[in-house]
């Protein structure tokens, strides 16, 4: 079975901008959560997704946003860009429980 | 406010004796608790979990206690081998919906 995938890898962005993160999920997976890494504050969680709607939202301003498709597949968006928004972002998929994750996105915003 | 806690920055261990992690959390509605393995740039792996009806769950090598009065759990690595080397994630999770709340990591080296 395929893991999680995210696209790109890697992504430099200048402050101002705006970026989109991709993630396909596992095979089968319903829900997609995503994760902010950074060395000072650790793994944060940011939302996630069943079944296209959003069920829970982390403590993040509202220029994170993401949504999910029919297919389970999901983005997550980020407008605006500041400096502190470099991280490695984390894409999870869950069936029942336990959380697989991607590879993950690192943003460097400049 | 750190809702769950790995006070172990780091830890070392000699090659085929026990790792023993520690993982502490403060919030008693989390129902569900998994340990993570990371390297640099990758995203974490998943090692085991444990609900919080068990006290203990095995996997292989791995084992993980629960204590719900001491609101403490622990990852026992047995036999370590170098490859175990990574930072090692705690996380629990509310009985609503997958956000997972992380303990901020302890780097194990396992020494050959």
């Known amino acids: 079975k395929a893991g999680v995938t995210q696209t790109p890898r890697y992504l430099i962005k200048t402050r101002g901008q705006q970026v989109t993160l991709s993630c396909s999920p596992i095979?089968?997976?319903?829900?997609v959560s995503w994760y902010q890494q950074t060395p000072g504050q650790g793994l944060q969680f940011l939302f996630e997704?069943?079944?296209?709607?959003?069920?829970n939202k982390g403590n993040f301003p509202g220029r994170f946003s993401g949504r999910q498709f029919s297919n389970s597949r999901s983005e997550m968006n980020v407008s605006t860009l500041e400096l502190g928004d470099s991280a490695l972002y984390l894409c999870?998929?869950?069936?029942?429980?336990?959380?697989?994750f991607g590879p993950g996105t690192r943003l460097t915003v400049t | 406010d750190q809702q769950v806690k790995q006070n172990s920055p780091s830890l070392s261990v000699q090659e085929g004796r026990i790792s023993i992690l520690n993982c502490d959390y403060t919030n008693s509605m989390f129902d569900y608790f998994l340990w993570y393995k990371k390297y640099p740039a990758e995203g974490p792996t998943f090692l085991i979990s444990?609900?919080?009806?068990?006290d203990k769950n095995e996997d292989g090598r791995f084992t993980v206690f629960l204590n719900k009065s001491a609101k403490h759990l622990s990852l026992h690595i047995v036999p370590s081998q170098p490859g175990d080397s990574a930072v090692y994630f705690c996380a629990a999770r509310m009985e609503y919906g997958n956000k997972l709340v992380f303990g901020a990591g302890t780097i194990l080296r396992v020494k050959s």
């Open positions: 444990i609900s919080s009806i068990k």
């Open positions: 999870a998929s869950s069936a029942l429980g336990e959380q697989y």
């Open positions: 095979s089968g997976h319903r829900s």
């Open positions: 997704y069943f079944s296209e709607t959003q069920r």
